[in-house]
C-alpha cells in the first residue's frame, strides 16, 4: 500500500496554467504506475494521464499537447503540469497508484489520494 496526498489545486482562468503534485509515502514507490484523474461534477472520475514505473506515459485525448505527466522517483512525488486550461477541465483531481499500468490505463487502482479541487474560469 501506498498512501497519497495531492496538493496545487486552486481557482484559475481559461488560459491558465497550475501544476499538481502527489506526494506519496512508501518505500517502493519507483515500482508503481502513477495516474491521475478527474472527476466533473455530476460525472464519473476519469483518467487524464499515467506513467509507468520506467516512464512510458498516456494520456486522455481531451488533454493531449495541453497536460504533462512526470514523476521524481528520487522525492516520490508525481506532477501533472496543466497548460492552457479550459473551463471543461474543471474537477476535482486524484492521484492513483496501480502496480500494474495497462490495469491504471483502464482506470483501475488500489491507492487513492483525497483529491484536490480545480476550477477554471471562463
Known amino acids: 500500500q501506498v498512501q497519497l496526498v495531492e496538493s496545487g489545486g486552486g481557482l484559475v482562468q481559461a488560459g491558465d496554467s497550475l501544476r499538481l503534485s502527489c506526494a506519496a509515502s512508501?518505500?517502493?514507490?519507483?515500482?508503481?504506475?502513477m495516474g491521475w484523474f478527474r472527476q466533473a461534477p455530476g460525472k464519473e472520475r476519469d483518467i487524464v494521464a499515467a506513467?509507468?514505473?520506467?516512464?512510458?506515459?498516456y494520456y486522455a485525448e481531451s488533454v493531449k499537447g495541453r497536460f504533462t505527466i512526470a514523476r521524481d522517483n528520487a522525492k516520490n512525488t508525481v506532477f501533472l503540469q496543466m497548460n492552457s486550461l479550459k473551463p471543461e477541465d474543471t474537477g476535482v483531481y486524484y492521484c492513483?497508484?496501480?502496480?500494474?499500468?495497462?490495469?491504471?490505463?483502464?482506470?483501475?487502482?488500489?491507492?487513492w489520494g483525497q483529491g484536490t479541487q480545480v476550477t477554471v474560469s471562463s
Open positions: 492513483a497508484a496501480q502496480y500494474r499500468y495497462i490495469s491504471l490505463r483502464n482506470g483501475r487502482a488500489d491507492n
Open positions: 512508501g518505500r517502493t514507490f519507483s515500482s508503481y504506475a
Open positions: 506513467i509507468s514505473w520506467n516512464g512510458s506515459t
